[in-house]
């Protein structure tokens, strides 16, 4: 399973930053996908999903200024994130929804670390 997200970094509040992430494609082609977040000391979240067919799920905190997105036949998730806020700060991952499980255990790959400064 290959799941590695790239593309943060910092920025100021309001900015914009778009996200990315390439997965196996045996996994990709078939899930859900989703991103998620991990605030510095908080559990991670699943912030938006996407599904084979392009419908979307949007949590409160970023509806309106996230937009998921996913080219299937390139293997590949993306999150355009506007309008950012001081609390989006945080290591973003993508996965699928629910997060693969590889030996009982969820897998989580690299993630990308996004710092919004006030």
């Known amino acids: 399973v290959q799941l590695q997200a790239s593309g943060g970094g910092l920025v100021q509040a309001g900015g914009s930053l778009r996200l990315s992430c390439a997965a196996s494609?045996?996994?990709?082609?078939?899930?859900?996908m989703g991103w998620y977040r991990q605030p510095p000391g908080k559990e991670r979240e699943l912030v938006a999903a996407?599904?084979?067919?392009?419908?979307?799920h949007y949590t409160n905190p970023v509806k309106g200024r996230f937009t998921i997105s996913r080219v299937n036949a390139k293997d590949t998730l993306y999150l355009l994130m506007n309008s950012l806020k001081p609390e989006d700060t945080a290591v973003y991952y993508c996965?699928?929804?629910?997060?693969?499980?590889?030996?009982?255990?969820?897998?989580w790959g690299q993630g990308t670390l996004v710092t919004v400064s006030s």
């Open positions: 996965n699928g929804v629910p997060p693969v499980v590889v030996e009982n255990s969820q897998y």
């Open positions: 996407i599904a084979g067919d392009g419908s979307t």
């Open positions: 494609r045996t996994f990709f082609s078939v899930r859900t």
